[in-house]
Every structure is written in structure tokens, then in C-alpha cells.
């Protein structure tokens, strides 16, 4: 029998909430019921969840459970042990353009299909050859006009900063969900805000302004862990490709022209019960590139699309930006 379950905390106004709701689905999808399916709510925007789980109580204790079982040593669900490669940046995943293949297919020479094939759809996720960016290199000599490499370009949902790499992001949000495993519950049901748990730049509100704070300090950071983490587990859904010279992952589009245009996020809402593939589908549909009129045009609503969530980067000097409500 198949249940019909709302995730009240997960409203789609903004993009960590979407992305926690699409990274449950892919959870409970492919560690508990295949057939799961997700959908939103067009009245209050909340999403609802279609498979062989009857409450939320027992969507928040299946994914426990996937946290629970895995091994030690593993960041990502049903990932092979040591991926990704640990330590801060400079990032191990960041190889010089051209040497991505081999080096994946060099890895973990000796791991299982399953095992395999995770790591290659978080692999296409979280970084591409098509694009590169230079990185300082180490070596050469003071009469090189440059000592630059091309290394490759990461997920435009990454935003990293001072000595993290992509090991270490995932790593703090599991280990927050691992040591407190109700905060997968409240990520469902009630987001409380920890001190310290940055939202990895997704989460614009977890960033406090001195008027938040009982003492008036600025720059400190109240994340959602638990969303957080979901929030990342929807990442092996989608890919990191090129757009010209430039990454382009799944969701993200390119709006202006010339010098003025900016790269922003566009998450859709859907009536329809959607698995992995379709939603993947869907967030990269064609026609949510360009103007997005309010109300939507007939061709996206045709789509089953009722609601476009859309968040720019904030500037930054030390990250490519926290993500902010764009706009209209």
C-alpha cells in the first residue's frame, strides 16, 4: 500500500528546504522503497512524500536507519570506504582537466558495482573536465610568466571556503546527523536552528546579523543540520557538465547578457508524483530557462510546474556566495 505523507518543516520557499525534500526522496527511493515517489502541496507549497511508509515518524526513522548502517569510514550512503579522498583543500577530487576518468577509474580499483556506481553519480555531480578553473601551482620557477594549472571545475551548488574540500563537506553535516539523529526527525517535522552548522552556503537564514543575536555579534552561523545533510544527499541527481568555459549544473541557468548576466538557481514545484529521473528531468527542462513571467507562462505550467524557487550567490571574497532569494 502506498502512503501519501507530508514533510510539514520542508516548505519550498527556499532552496535548502527543495533540495532536503528532493534528497529524502532519493534516500527513501533507492535504500527503502523504489517505488518512492514526491510531489508538492500547490495550497501551503509543502511536499509529500508517495511510498510504503504510513507517517512521518517513520519517513524520519528509515533514514536513520540508512545513516545508522553505514560502515565507518563511508561519507556517502552505500559509497565505497575513503570516498571522497580525505582532507581539506587543497581538494584531491580537483585533478588537472583531462586526468578525471583515470583517475576515477584508478580510485578504488577493487570495490563492488554497487559500490562503483555510487561513487560515479556523486563523482558527475560534484565535478567536471569540461570546465576548468587555474589553481596556483607549487612548483616553477620566478621567471614563469605562470605557474598556474587547470584543475577541474566543481558543482555549482559548492560553494567551499578556506580549507574545506568536498571530503570535508560531507563529512561535518553526516557527523552531526550520526552523533544526533534527531535532527533528521526535526529536519522533517520542525527545523531548530544550531549554532555553528553553516547550511554549506545553501541556507541564506543561517547566516546571523547582530540583531539576531542576544549580544549583537555578527558573522555567526545557525544552520539546519539535518536538513543540511538532506539537502546534500539530493546531489547524486543531478549532473555538473559546461556551458562554454563555465560549469553548469542541473537547476542552475544563466539570466541576462553579456557582462550583466548572473547565475541562478531555479528549483521547480510539481503536482505530479515524481521519481529521481523525472525530477532530474524536470529541473533541467529547457523551458525554465530565460524571463520566468509571474504568473508562469502556459508552457511551463503544462509542465505540472506551479511554483519556480529562485536564489542568487551573494558575493563573496572568500566563497562563491551564500544563496539568497532572487529578486522578481
Known amino acids: 500500500m502506498m502512503n501519501h505523507v507530508t514533510l510539514p518543516a520542508l516548505l519550498g520557499d527556499s532552496p535548502l528546504a527543495i533540495l532536503a525534500a528532493i534528497g529524502t526522496l532519493r534516500l527513501i527511493h533507492d535504500f527503502t522503497d523504489n517505488n518512492a515517489r514526491l510531489h508538492w502541496n500547490t495550497t501551503d507549497h509543502r511536499p509529500v512524500l508517495t511510498s510504503s511508509l504510513a507517517t512521518v ?48 577509474e584508478n580510485l578504488f580499483p577493487e570495490i563492488s558495482e554497487t559500490e562503483s556506481a555510487t561513487m560515479f553519480s556523486w563523482l558527475t555531480s560534484l565535478i567536471t573536465d569540461l570546465a576548468a578553473t587555474s589553481e596556483k601551482s607549487d612548483s616553477g620557477s620566478k621567471n614563469q610568466k605562470s605557474n598556474s594549472q ?46 555553528g552548522v553553516t547550511g554549506e552556503y545553501l541556507d541564506h537564514r543561517a547566516a546571523w546579523k547582530a540583531i539576531d ?9 545557525r544552520g539546519v543540520p539535518g536538513a543540511t545533510w538532506l539537502a546534500l544527499m539530493s546531489y547524486p541527481i543531478w549532473t555538473t557538465t559546461a556551458a562554454g568555459k563555465k560549469p553548469r549544473t542541473s537547476g542552475w541557468h544563466l539570466v541576462g547578457k553579456g557582462r550583466r548576466s548572473i547565475q541562478e538557481l531555479r528549483l521547480p514545484l510539481w503536482v505530479e508524483p515524481l521519481g529521481p529521473l523525472a525530477i532530474k528531468a524536470l529541473v533541467e527542462h529547457p523551458e ?17 510546474i506551479f511554483h519556480v524557487c529562485r536564489a542568487r550567490r551573494a558575493p563573496s571574497e572568500h566563497s562563491a556566495g551564500l544563496l539568497i532569494p532572487a529578486q522578481r
Open 288 to 304: 525554465l530557462d530565460g524571463d520566468l513571467d509571474v504568473p508562469l507562462n502556459q508552457k511551463i505550467r503544462l509542465l505540472g
Open 213 to 221: 543575536d542576544g549580544r549583537g555579534r555578527t558573522g555567526r552561523m
Open 57 to 104: 515518524d517513520e519517513v524520519a526513522e528509515a533514514l536513520v536507519d540508512i545513516v545508522r548502517t553505514m560502515p565507518e569510514g563511508v561519507s556517502v550512503p552505500g559509497g565505497p570506504m575513503g570516498f571522497p579522498p580525505p582532507g581539506e583543500a587543497p581538494d584531491k577530487l580537483r585533478v588537472p582537466q583531462g586526468k578525471l576518468h583515470s583517475f576515477a
Open 150 to 195: 587547470k584543475r577541474c571545475s566543481v558543482s555549482q551548488f559548492i560553494a567551499s571556503s578556506g580549507k574545506q574540500s568536498i571530503a570535508t563537506m560531507l563529512k561535518k553535516p553526516l557527523e552531526h546527523v550520526q552523533k544526533h539523529p534527531e535532527y533528521l526527525h526535526e529536519a522533517l517535522t520542525g527545523w531548530v536552528r544550531v549554532p
